[in-house]
């Protein structure tokens, strides 16, 4: 993610965006499916991590874990936390092969322009070691806009967004579907769809 706006939004709300990361990753079941899915002890990459929510889970169950984020200002909140390597970065930044036992791309790559999702979902394939496991979550609907605070979104439908991982070469699995409320305190509908490398 390289959209100015929608890190600037990040950056300048990251109190509140932290109260709410911490709340819904305290509560959400698919990272314990992912760390299950994980071998003990593996490597695995955070993508878009935010304040850190998840990668903490995963560092505590023994995972080692590299967290990634365009936002500095989250990144600076998880820098010094045990167990995980955090650095700025953006979504065009993920290189190398074979580096990943799992990779947890939670609600981050859909503030990636349209037109680089494949490039992108690619870049992450390869990066996964094979039989290696992915999940992503991604915001249902179709087509692309701001919120009312600033961030740009992407929005699919399942069956785009499993033809899109297919066509990168990770076979989706399993998912899940649901409403919440996002930092812009509005509610919409969400999946989370489970992927094999």
Partial sequence: MSDAETLAVYN?????????????????????????????????????SGPGAYAVQMAAAGLHVDAIDAASEMVARIAEIPGISARVATFDDIDGADIY????????????????????????????KPGGVF????????????????????????????????DAGLAPYAHWTGQSKGLDQTYHGWIVIQANG
């Fill in 135 to 166: 999940f992503i979550g991604m915001k249902l609907g179709q087509g692309g806009k701001r919120d009312d605070i600033g961030r740009h979104y992407e929005y699919y439908s399942r069956e785009e967004l499993e033809t899109l991982l297919q």
């Fill in 101 to 128: 036992d799992g990779i947890w791309a939670s609600f981050s790559l859909l503030h990636a322009p349209r037109e680089a999702m494949p490039r992108h979902l690619a870049a992450l394939r390869r990066a996964l």
């Fill in 12 to 48: 300048r709300q990251a109190d509140d965006y932290v109260a709410m990361m911490d709340e819904y990753a305290a509560n959400d079941p698919r990272i314990h499916d992912f760390i299950a899915a994980c071998p003990q002890g593996g490597r695995v990459l955070d993508l878009g």
